[in-house]
């Protein structure tokens, strides 16, 4: 996590890191809602788990154990049924990527 304002963290990063970080993210997040909408389901696990990964990185537990958690809900539920946990991770997500500008 890098240290700022809204995250001091752990251990520091460079601004060019913290850059990555964000437009890793947000490339994640278009492929997860891009993957949602084709109805992608092994797509959507492939992507989930990337960016979960991401996030552990960065110390950022609850968004990646909100992707952790949609990733379960997907491989026990159909698609259309875990659309709730994908807009709560869009939401987390987007006020995450907004606090590391």
């Known amino acids: 996590m890098c240290p700022n304002p809204t995250h001091p963290g752990p251990f520091a990063c460079s601004e060019e890191v913290r850059k990555i970080f ?12 891009g993957a949602w909408r084709a109805q992608d389901k092994n797509e959507l696990l492939t992507r989930l788990h990337a960016l979960k990964g991401a996030l552990i990185v960065f110390g950022e537990g609850h968004a990646a154990a909100l992707c952790e958690c949609l990733e379960e809900d997907l491989r026990n539920l159909a ?3 875990c659309e709730g946990a ?13 606090s590391y500008r």
Request: aromatic fraction near 0%.
């Open 86 to 98: 994908l807009l709560q991770l869009d939401r987390a997500m987007r006020r995450l990527i907004d």
């Open 79 to 81: 698609t259309a049924a």
């Open 22 to 33: 964000v437009s890793s993210c947000e490339a994640d997040l278009r492929a997860i809602l």
